[in-house]
């Protein structure tokens, strides 16, 4: 579950990076109610309730991801801008649907943490992608539904293998962990000729 989870941050990370440089499609998820299926999902339908009962507007994109390994990458963004604070998240997934669920949740996450306790500072972590303005990502595709094919980890692989990229697996879980079940990792993902470091 470990190096999973890994994977799908690591091709998150990318999938980011190459958002940022404008060297991928980036597409709108329609994932409201009648469009593409988002309302028939009982956690979808929660979270986006829960964006409006927040009083944010949150816009999902659909990083482009499965055209190169065929997982799902969806960047959640405060679409009004009324708060100056920029706040977005990344969800990753073997389908659109879990990447979209995963970004929403985390960025509302976000949002009510805040609004609980105005004053405080949270400490969310080191972030996937340092100093980013999700509103300076530019959205060029025509939109996706959310609904779609599940992909899986080996076709994400043979994706990768095709593409002449690798994954390389680290674990790193300390001694004490594992008997409270607990596994750590980090995947690094090889470069595809286009520039940038050796891995990531």
């Given at each position: 579950?470990a ?10 990370h ?9 060297t ?9 109610a ?75 996450g ?37 609904d ?15 593409a ?32 940038g470091?050796?891995?990531?």
């Amino acid at each position: 579950e470990a190096a999973g989870l890994g994977l799908l941050s690591a091709l998150a990370h990318d999938a980011l990076v190459r958002a940022v440089r404008g060297t991928t499609r980036v597409s709108p998820v329609a994932a409201e109610a009648g469009a593409g299926g988002g309302g028939t999902d009982p956690e979808l339908v929660f979270l986006l309730k829960s964006a409006a009962n927040l009083d944010i507007v949150v816009e999902l994109l659909d990083l482009g991801e499965a055209d190169r390994t065929s997982a799902h990458v969806v960047l959640a963004r405060e679409a009004d801008g009324s708060s100056g604070q920029g706040r977005w998240a990344v969800g990753a997934g073997l389908s659109r649907r879990t990447a979209a669920a995963s970004a929403l949740r985390d960025l509302l996450g976000q949002v009510q943490l805040a609004a609980e306790d105005p004053g405080a500072v949270v400490d969310l972590g080191d972030p996937l992608l340092g100093d980013l303005a999700p509103a300076a990502i530019a959205v060029g595709g025509e939109p996706v539904a959310v609904d779609g094919p599940e992909t899986s980890f080996d076709a994400v692989l043979e994706r990768l293998r095709s593409a002449g990229r690798d994954a390389l697996y680290v674990g790193t879980t300390p001694a004490d962990l594992p008997s409270g079940s607990i596994a750590t990792a980090r995947v690094l993902l090889t470069v595809d000729g286009e520039g940038g470091p050796d891995a990531r």
